[in-house]
């Protein structure tokens, strides 16, 4: 099994050449239950299969029952769109079984990821001495910084290493925080927004009640930068304020919104970012690169260093047991709770090398443009309302008539049509429809159909 095999390459290769050329690939569709296991009935047996039949199986049956995340109008929940050399890479991750786990097995993937993160943060305006590592996505960035943030709080305050604390997170905060801080055991001080923005005096009022009402102490303070459900950034440099003064950790959950980084007049909505304790980025959304990847950063890595590295006999080799100085080593699994892991930066820090940073400036701006430009289309429609002045590249539209079937029966049509994925969602306890877009290849006449399709009889 783990000879060379020319014929197996070949097919593998040829599959993913054809993959590689579909522009745009098909949209997809959902599978059924019986027609899959029918398909995969026979699948693994104990005796060996023909590559080519196996193959056989998996493009005429679990291809084309696979949405295509990467298809320009494919504008459902944030979608996936990575860059042709990004995808690529990421098979030569595969292939060369790279293990991004420490400096001593991967020093070179380890210090190219490392090039890609210090380039984040002199986008954010972190200092250069901010580290971290590439984790799975958000929910895996969010764990690992706020479990940081909670043991550096109570090491502050000088409290026992499982004395009860909170972090105060905004009433419209990613449900990844919540699943967080239920993990860690750290309760929420939610604080209530208007017009769904966490904002630096509605912060600061929750705090001044917390720091009385007989609860925990709060050690930390989570911000979003751009809300998944509408893209809204919450007011960074008001919350900073608040922490700076309180001296309060800052995380910053900008996955789907940090790219806006890369483009000068998105990066003015993001101001006070460069104040995050820890920064949240996922390039696998708007800075297309292949699934998955998120980046984590911290203002001072040490403090991570702290609490995630971890202490077993085998891995006194990647901590510097053998007495030479070690410092400038980077272990990547000192910074968030995993070990073993694949240098998911490598496709993202290929692909930036590729294409240069100008390249991903203007198609993270496209997204936003075209967001605009639905925008207009949709205030221009009769019987179509815009619910909310796009901030970054999600559309929420309200359907004059519609009940909640309507919209879904609106999204199965487009995904059978072949047109677009789109999938409604909930604003203000109401179901809308949602545009995310992403995809610098979508094009305006696409969108026409789209929006089209909203008010078309059927
Ligand atoms: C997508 C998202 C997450 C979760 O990220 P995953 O990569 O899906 O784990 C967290 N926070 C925000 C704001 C997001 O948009």
New binding site residues.
């Given amino acids: 099994m783990h000879a060379y095999d020319e014929d197996l390459t070949q097919q593998v290769m040829g599959h993913l050449l054809d993959r590689l050329r579909l522009d745009p690939p098909p949209l997809g569709r959902l599978g059924e239950h019986e027609e899959l296991a029918l398909a995969l009935k026979d699948a693994i047996g104990t005796r060996p299969r023909r590559p080519a039949d196996v193959l056989r199986t998996y493009t005429d049956a679990m291809e084309p029952t696979v949405v295509s995340c990467d298809h320009p109008a494919f504008l459902a929940f944030?979608p996936g769109a990575p860059t042709k050399a990004a995808a690529l890479f990421d098979m030569v991750v595969s292939a060369s079984s790279l293990h991004g786990v420490s400096w001593l097995e991967a020093s070179g993937a380890v210090a190219a990821e490392n090039q890609v993160l210090r380039l984040f943060a002199h986008l954010a305006g972190m200092p250069q001495s901010a580290g971290g590592c590439f984790v799975?996505?958000?929910?895996?960035?969010?764990l690992s910084a706020l479990v940081v943030a909670r043991d550096t709080g109570r090491r502050r305050l000088g409290l026992a290493a499982t004395a009860p604390v909170r972090i105060a997170v905004s009433d419209q905060v990613?449900?990844?925080?919540g699943n967080t801080l239920r993990i860690i055991g750290v309760e929420p001080l939610v604080v209530p927004t208007a017009d769904h923005r966490l904002t630096g005096a509605a912060l600061a009022a929750a705090l001044d009640t917390a720091s009385s009402d007989g609860g925990a102490p709060v050690v930390a303070v989570v911000a979003?930068?751009?809300?998944?459900n509408a893209g809204i950034i919450d007011d960074l440099s008001g919350v900073a304020e608040q922490t700076r003064a309180r001296d309060l950790w800052l995380h910053i959950?900008?996955?789907?919104?940090g790219a806006a980084l890369f483009v000068p007049e998105l990066r003015e909505r993001l101001r006070g970012i460069e104040h995050a304790d820890s920064l949240?980025v996922?390039p696998?959304?708007w800075m297309f690169a292949p699934f998955?990847c998120?980046a984590l950063l911290y203002r001072e890595p040490r403090l991570a260093r702290a609490v995630h590295t971890q202490d077993a006999s085998y891995l006194d080799a990647i901590h510097g047991a053998d007495g030479a100085d070690h410092d400038a080593d980077w272990n990547p699994s000192d910074y968030a709770y995993h070990l073993t892991r694949r240098p998911r930066g490598l496709p993202l820090w290929f692909s930036l090398a590729v294409h240069g940073t100008d390249a991903y400036r203007d198609a993270v701006a496209r997204g936003a443009e075209i967001a605009q430009h639905t925008a207009r289309l949709v205030e221009a429609t009769e019987g179509l309302e815009l619910l909310r002045e796009p901030e970054l590249t999600v559309v929420l539209i309200r359907r004059a008539g519609w009940r909640p079937e309507d919209y879904y029966a609106w999204s199965k049509r487009l995904l059978a049509s072949g047109l677009a994925f789109v999938t409604p969602s909930v604003w203000e306890g109401e179901t809308v429809a949602r545009l995310a877009f992403l995809h610098p290849g979508i094009t305006e006449e696409t969108v026409e159909s789209i929006v089209d399709s909203l008010v078309r009889e059927v």
Avoid: E, F, R
């Fill in positions: 944030i799975s996505g958000g929910s895996a960035g969010n990613h449900s990844s925080v979003t930068a751009g809300t998944t959950d900008a996955a789907y919104g949240v996922d696998h959304k998955d998120g």
